[in-house]
C-alpha cells in the first residue's frame, strides 16, 4: 500500500472510530429518556436545569436576544444574571431548527442538547491528545472520554439541561487551538523582522482567542484558563531562554489570543459595573492584559539578558518578588489575588452548596476509580518527555492538568473538568505503555534465528507493560462504564422533580393571581419596577427554579442563594410577628413548604441561619441501640423546633396543638465517643407536667429534655396562626405533601376561650382548626362563604363549650373588597 493510500486508510479508520465514540457518548447519555419522558412532560434533572429552560424559553421567543436581567427570581430584586448567553442560544437554535414551539416540544429538545455536545466533545479531544503525543494517544483520549467521570457523565446526561457541559467543550477547544498555535511557533521560529513568520501564528493565536471567547460567552470561569496560560508562560518564557529560543513566539500567541477577549468585552455591552472575576467586568480585562504585559516584559528581560544566564535569574527573582507586591498592595492585585481565593480556596457559604464542596477519596473514587492512578502516570510521562524536549505543548498539558486538578480538590464542581485532563492523562500512559511493550517485543520476535537463541525468553518489563495498560484500561472502562449505566437507570430520580411538587405548581399557575409581570418579555434592570400588585412566593431555596418555571411565579429565593437570609428569617421565626416582618420584607404572599424542608433539609436552615449553632437549638440526634454495638440514628424534636414557622406549617398545619403525651428522654453525652453523637439512654410516655418535673428532677451524669413523642406531637402547646390558612396540599400524607399556604389580613370574631371549624382539603383530609383567644378576640385565617380555593371549612366556627356559630366572609379575611 502506498504512503497516500495508507494515509487515507487511517484517516477512514481514525474518522470510523470517532463516529463510533461519538454516538456511544450520545446513546449512555440516552439512558434516562425513558424515565423523563412522560407524554408529553419531560422532566429534568437537577435544580439549575429549570431555570435555563427559563431562559431558552424566553430566548426563543425573542430570538436571538438574551435577558441579562431577570425579574422572574430573587423578589424583590430580581436577579442579574452572572454566565453568558452562549448556551441558551445553542439550546434555542436547536428548537428553533426542530421546528419545537410549544413548552413541552422545548422541553424535550433541550433535553437532547447536552449529550450532543459531549459528543462533540470526543473529536476535541481526539485532536488535543494526538496535538500532544500523537494519534495513537488522541484516539485512546477519545475512547475514555464518553465513558470516564461520574461528574462529566452526570452533566452531560439527556434532562440535565445545564451549561456544564458547554463549559467542558469549549475550554478543552480553547486548550487545543492554544496548544496548536504554541506547537507551530515552536517548529517555525517568529522573527519580528520578517512578518511572514509573524502571521501564521498570529492566525492560529486568533483561533485560539475566538475559542477563548466561545468559552467566555458559556461563563466567566473560563478565566481560570487565563491562570493557566499565565504559568505555563512563565514556565515556558525560562525554559526558552535557558535553551535559547526566542521569546518572540510566545509572545505573539499571549498578544493575539487575549487581545480577543480583551476589545470584545468592553466593545459587548456585557460588562457589569464590578472588579470581580466571577462576572462580566474590568477585572477580567485587567487579567488579560496582565499576562500580555507579563509576557512582553519576560520577553524583553530574554532578549536583554540573551546569553547571561545568572543574570537572567537575578531579574526573574526580582520581577517575582515585584509580582507579590502588586498583588497584594494594588487594587488591580488584590482583585486578582481573591480570584485564586475563589478558585482555589473554601468558605462557609459555598461550601453549603454541594459542587462547591470539597473533593473527597470516596467521590474521587467513585467518579475516576483506576484512572486517579493514571493521572500522576500520565504526567510523569509527559514531565519526562519535557525534560528531554522543549516542546511547549507538553508543559501546557502538564500546567493544565495540575491546576485543574487542584481546583478540583477544592471545589467539586471542576471534576467535569478533570474529566478531559483525566482521559488525556490516561492515554499519555496507555499509549505509551503499549508503545514501549508492543514496539520492543515485536522487535525481539523479529530479530534473527541466531539473536533469538541467545534469549530465553521475550523480556518481562515490555510485557508487563502491555499488560498493566489494558488492565488499567479495562478496568477503567468497565468500571466507569458500569457507574455511568447504574447512575443513568437508578440515580436520576433522586434529583428528578417530584410529582408531588409538579401537581402543587401547576396548581398555583392556574389558581393564584397574576404578576403583571410577563414571563416572556425581556427587561432591562435599569428601568424596571414590580407593578404594585406583585409578589413572591416564599420556599426554601432548593425549589425556587421549579416555582419560576412550572408556576411561573417569583421567588423570594432560589438555588443561586439570593436572599436566603430573608427565608431562613421566616421559616425559623418563633413567633408570628417575626414571622410576618419578614414575609413582609420578602413581598411574598404564598409560601409553600414540603415534608423534606420540615425534616430532612430542616438542618441546612438551621445552619444557614447560624452556622455555629446549627441544629442544636431545635433538635438533637442521638444514637438509639437497635441491637449489640448497633444503633440507628434519630432525631429528638426539642420545643424551640415546633415553635418555628416551617413545622407549624407543614407539620402542624398552623392550629393550636395542646399535647396530651410527650416523650421524656434522657441520654449521655459521652456514651459513644467514636461516632460523635449521644446514645439515648432511657425514655419513657408521660405527661407533660409529669415530663417536666422529671427534667427538673435529673441528676444523672449526661442530660436530660422532653421531646415530641413524634413530628406532630409537640411537647408543649403551639398556638394557632391567626394570618396563614392552607389552601392546596398534594397529598394527605405530611411527610410527602407540598402545602401551598396563603399569607391573609384574617377575620376578627369577638369572644373568648377556644374558637375551632372543621377544615377539609382539597385531598379529602379533614384536621381541626383550633385557636385560643387573646385579649377577648380571635383573628382567623379561613373564611366560611366565598372560598375560592379547594380547601374549605364544614360549617361555620364555634367556640368550644359554647353555643352560637359564627360566618366568615372571603373579604373579611382577606381584607380585599
Not at 100 to 111: K, Q
Not at 247 to 258: D, H, M, T
Not at 641 to 669: C, N
Amino acid at each position: 500500500m502506498s504512503p497516500a493510500a495508507q494515509k487515507d486508510h487511517t484517516s477512514t479508520l481514525t474518522a470510523a472510530a470517532l463516529l463510533l465514540f461519538m454516538i456511544v457518548a450520545v446513546l449512555l447519555r440516552a439512558i434516562p429518556s425513558a424515565a423523563l419522558v412522560d407524554g408529553s412532560f419531560t422532566s429534568l434533572i437537577g435544580t439549575d436545569s429549570w431555570y435555563n429552560l427559563r431562559q431558552i424559553e424566553a430566548m426563543v421567543a425573542n430570538y436571538p436576544g438574551y435577558a441579562w436581567f431577570d425579574p422572574m427570581t430573587a423578589y424583590p430584586t430580581g436577579k442579574e444574571v452572572a454566565w453568558g448567553p452562549l448556551f441558551p442560544f445553542i439550546t434555542a437554535t436547536a428548537c428553533i431548527i426542530a421546528g419545537a414551539a410549544s413548552r413541552p416540544e422545548i422541553v424535550y429538545v433541550a433535553a437532547w442538547v447536552p449529550p450532543l455536545l459531549a459528543a462533540a466533545v470526543v473529536p476535541v479531544v481526539y485532536l488535543t491528545g494526538k496535538a500532544v503525543a500523537g494519534r495513537k494517544t488522541g484516539l485512546i483520549a477519545a475512547g475514555l472520554i464518553p465513558i470516564v467521570s461520574a461528574s462529566f457523565f452526570a452533566r452531560s446526561i439527556f434532562g440535565f439541561v445545564d451549561h456544564h457541559v458547554a463549559e467542558t467543550l469549549f475550554s478543552t477547544l480553547f486548550c487545543l487551538a492554544y496548544i496548536a498555535a504554541l506547537a507551530y511557533a515552536a517548529r517555525h521560529p517568529v522573527s519580528f523582522r520578517d512578518y511572514r513568520t509573524v502571521l501564521p501564528v498570529a492566525l492560529l493565536a486568533l483561533g485560539a482567542g475566538i475559542a477563548y471567547l466561545l468559552g467566555l460567552l458559556v461563563m466567566p470561569t473560563i478565566i481560570l484558563f487565563v491562570l493557566i496560560a499565565g504559568v505555563f508562560t512563565a514556565l515556558q518564557a525560562v525554559r526558552n531562554h535557558l535553551d535559547g529560543t526566542g521569546p518572540e513566539g510566545l509572545l505573539v500567541v499571549n498578544a493575539v489570543a487575549f487581545a480577543v477577549p480583551t476589545v470584545f468585552l468592553p466593545l459587548s455591552g456585557f460588562m457589569v459595573d464590578s472588579m470581580s472575576l466571577s462576572l462580566y467586568s474590568v477585572a477580567h480585562v485587567y487579567a488579560y492584559l496582565l499576562l500580555i504585559g507579563a509576557t512582553a516584559l519576560l520577553a524583553g528581560v530574554s532578549v536583554a539578558l540573551r546569553g547571561r544566564r545568572r543574570e537572567y535569574l537575578a531579574a526573574l527573582a526580582a520581577l517575582a518578588v515585584a509580582a507579590v507586591a502588586f498583588l497584594n498592595l494594588s487594587a488591580v492585585g488584590r482583585t486578582m489575588t481573591n480570584g485564586l481565593v475563589t478558585f482555589f480556596g473554601q468558605d462557609m457559604t459555598a461550601a453549603a452548596i454541594r459542587e462547591m464542596g470539597a473533593w473527597d477519596p470516596a467521590l474521587a473514587w467513585q467518579s475516576f476509580n483506576v484512572g486517579l492512578l493514571l493521572i500522576p502516570a500520565g504526567l510523569t510521562v509527559l514531565a519526562l518527555r519535557a525534560r528531554r524536549e522543549n516542546r511547549p505543548e507538553l508543559l501546557f498539558a502538564i500546567v493544565w492538568s495540575v491546576v485543574i486538578l487542584v481546583a478540583t480538590i477544592q471545589h467539586l464542581r471542576f471534576e467535569y473538568y478533570l474529566a478531559v485532563n483525566l482521559a488525556l492523562l490516561a492515554a499519555v500512559f496507555i499509549a505509551w505503555a503499549l508503545r514501549f511493550g508492543l514496539g520492543k517485543t515485536v522487535a525481539y520476535l523479529r530479530e534473527p534465528e541466531g539473536k533469538k537463541k541467545r534469549k530465553k525468553t521475550v523480556p518481562v518489563p515490555e510485557v508487563g507493560a502491555v499488560a498493566l495498560a489494558v488492565a488499567l484500561a479495562v478496568i477503567l472502562v468497565g468500571a466507569s462504564a458500569a457507574e455511568n449505566i447504574g447512575y443513568a437507570q437508578n440515580g436520576v430520580s433522586r434529583t428528578m422533580l417530584a410529582d408531588d411538587w409538579r401537581d402543587a405548581l401547576e396548581w398555583m399557575n392556574a389558581n393564584t393571581p397574576d404578576l403583571g409581570v410577563d414571563y416572556y418579555a425581556t427587561y432591562k434592570k435599569d428601568n424596571f419596577t414590580y407593578p404594585a400588585d406583585s409578589y413572591s412566593v416564599m420556599s426554601w431555596w432548593d425549589y425556587g427554579h421549579w416555582i419560576t418555571f412550572i408556576a411561573q411565579r417569583i421567588p423570594a429565593t432560589n438555588p443561586f442563594q439570593d436572599h436566603v437570609d430573608a427565608a431562613t428569617r421566616f421559616f425559623l421565626a418563633g413567633t408570628e410577628r417575626e414571622a410576618d416582618a419578614a414575609l413582609a420584607a420578602a413581598g411574598s404572599r404564598y409560601i409553600v413548604t414540603d415534608g423534606r424542608m420540615a425534616v430532612a433539609t430542616f438542618p441546612s436552615i438551621a445552619s444557614w441561619h447560624n452556622t455555629t449553632a446549627g441544629i442544636n437549638p431545635y433538635a438533637t440526634a442521638l444514637l438509639v441501640p437497635v441491637g449489640e454495638d448497633t444503633y440507628r440514628i434519630e432525631m429528638f424534636f426539642k420545643a424551640r423546633y415546633y415553635e418555628t414557622m416551617v413545622a407549624r406549617l407543614q407539620t402542624l398545619d398552623g392550629t393550636l396543638v395542646e399535647p396530651s403525651e410527650v416523650l421524656y428522654a434522657e441520654y449521655d453525652t459521652g456514651s459513644v465517643p467514636e461516632t460523635g453523637y449521644a446514645g439515648l439512654t432511657a425514655s419513657q410516655r408521660m405527661d407533660p407536667a409529669g415530663a417536666r418535673e422529671a427534667v427538673e428532677a435529673y441528676s444523672g451524669s449526661g442530660e436530660a429534655a422532653i421531646f415530641g413523642s413524634d413530628i406532630a406531637s409537640p411537647p408543649e402547646a403551639i398556638p394557632a396562626l391567626k394570618h396563614y390558612r392552607l389552601i392546596y396540599e398534594s397529598s394527605p400524607d405530611r411527610t410527602t405533601s407540598v402545602k401551598v399556604f396563603e399569607r391573609v389580613e384574617g377575620a376578627v370574631i369577638p369572644g373568648e376561650g377556644v374558637i375551632e371549624v372543621t377544615v377539609v382539603t382539597n385531598t379529602g383530609r379533614e384536621f381541626v382548626y383550633r385557636q385560643q383567644s387573646e385579649n377577648g378576640t380571635f383573628v382567623v385565617p379561613y373564611s366560611t362563604t366565598g372560598n375560592p380555593y379547594g380547601v374549605k371549612t364544614v360549617g361555620n366556627f364555634s367556640i368550644a363549650g359554647a353555643t352560637g356559630e359564627f360566618t366568615v366572609t372571603e373579604e373579611a379575611v382577606t381584607g380585599r373588597a
